[in-house]
């Protein structure tokens, strides 16, 4: 079953995409008047549809199609504003690099203003629908684990992804009694959740019994995982986890992953080429010492590898301090922090990609010493070795840097959803979504 907030976004982004084509035409209609003909209409629809289409590709990584994100109206209007900034860049820089297909300054800034202000008005409008729309309830059969009760503080406190919670059913007090299909009826359930209780054959009729009723099942796995985009860490505790595992997709992709590492990481190296050495030109001005980090690394199958990336930190700074990066951590040379937001300070990585340490997407590989603490302290933490590591991740895009175990925790299930789910489609979206970190819209869960 795909989540309400899902088909919700899904519906704003076309919503989105009507509204920027009738903006175009009025504007248009208005600037031509009676000059107005069915050619300069699509001279004119030619030309801002590859605008429109790199439009709503920011509104897509600066997550304006993730309703959850935006019940702040301030914080909605502060990541909008960013984003439409860009946009306008990027209208700009078509129309400089493209003139001979149209120049509409006037019109693509009319465009602009007044596509600002109704987008905007439209999403909050959308938005605040959300949460008024009458929610879907839904009860929950299983055991209280800490998981559950995440889910259930989740849904409570965020009513725009369209879910109510009626009741947690953690005994078969309501299945002895005979009477479950009538507190179905009653309190109007629409779908159920269902932990690890097929063992109880009470609960397995009754809940077989609900089908009936034009009820959903849900298993609370996949539940769960549509609601944080994660994987529950007591998953890989059940013996059949292997079975959820998609080995045959991970198998399967990997030659058309290597290619697109390859081409992508010999195109991203010669674009950025030119801004190298102003780089490490900068890092010798403020940090005489060596140009590259070199830092031993785990990678794919427990083999370790040496990661390269440009020093933003001074030298033997892990001598002086944790191996993990602190906030406000004195040991960040002056313009480090710079580096590390736009990530260019990973650019040489991509050297990495080219030998075959490292993948563009994956789980981020960690230092040696903080492998074997992780492994000590968090079950099965070693899974997430069994695909190459790489420069951003499903972690990466919707967790902070972490400097604790239990954060540690956090990333991994957030590594664990990628193995489960891993698919070209999947590391294209994390690529794009990783370019919202120069917005400074971070996800939220």
């Keep these: 079953m795909k989540p309400a907030y899902k088909l ?10 009507g509204v920027l084509y009738l903006i175009l035409y009025f504007v248009i209609l208005l600037r031509f008047q009676k000059n107005f003909t069915p050619f300069v209409w699509k001279q004119h629809l030619l030309a801002f549809t590859p605008v429109f289409f790199i439009w709503i590709i920011n509104f897509y990584i600066g997550r304006l199609y993730e309703n959850r994100q935006f019940s702040n109206t301030l914080k909605f209007l502060s990541a909008f504003g960013k984003i439409q900034l860009i946009n306008l860049f990027w209208g700009i820089v078509f129309f400089y690099l493209f003139p001979h297909i149209l120049t509409p300054k006037t019109n693509l800034l009319l465009v602009w203003i007044i596509a600002s202000f109704i987008i905007f008005l439209t999403h909050l409008w959308y938005n605040k629908l959300a949460s008024n729309k009458v929610a879907t309830n839904i009860v929950i059969i299983g055991e209280n684990s800490n998981e559950v009760q995440e889910l259930i503080n989740y849904l409570k406190n965020n009513h725009s992804l369209g879910y109510k919670m009626v009741k947690l059913i953690d005994n078969d007090a309501l299945f002895s009694q005979g009477d479950f299909q009538n507190y179905l009826k009653s309190n109007d359930i629409k779908i159920i959740v269902v932990c690890k209780v097929l063992g109880n054959t009470q609960i397995q009729k009754a809940i077989y019994n609900a089908l009936s009723s034009d009820v959903i099942i849900e298993d609370f796995v996949d539940f769960y995982e549509d609601i944080f985009q994660k994987t ?16 045959k997709s991970l198998q399967l992709w990997s030659p058309l992953k290597r290619i697109m590492d390859v ?47 440009f020093r933003t930190m001074i030298p033997n700074a892990n001598n002086l301090g944790p191996s993990w990066t602190l906030e406000n951590d004195q040991r960040i040379i002056k313009g480090g922090q710079f580096l590390r937001k736009f990530y260019l300070d990973e650019l040489p990585e991509f050297l990495n990609v080219l030998w075959g340490d490292l993948s563009i997407v994956g789980p981020r590989p960690e230092e040696i010493n903080l492998v074997k603490l992780f492994e000590k302290e968090i079950p099965f933490y070693n899974i997430r070795h069994i695909v190459k590591p790489g420069i951003t991740g499903w972690a990466q895009i919707n967790y902070p840097n972490t400097a604790s175990i239990e954060g540690a925790k956090q990333k991994l299930q957030y590594d664990l959803y990628y193995l489960r789910h891993y698919s070209i489609w999947l590391d294209l979206v994390i690529i794009l979504k990783t370019l919202h970190v120069p917005l400074d819209i971070p996800a939220e869960r």
């Design 8 to 17: 919700r976004g899904f519906f704003l982004l076309l919503l989105d995409i």
């Design 232 to 247: 529950p860490l007591s998953l890989v505790e059940d013996p059949e986890f292997l079975a959820h595992l998609d080995q």
């Design 263 to 309: 081409i992508l990481s010999i195109l991203i190296i010669s674009f950025t080429s030119v801004i190298w050495p102003f780089i490490i030109g900068f890092i010798l001005l403020v940090s005489p010492g060596p140009i590259f980090y070199i830092g031993e690394r785990r990678g794919k199958n427990n083999k370790s590898f040496k990661l390269i990336k």
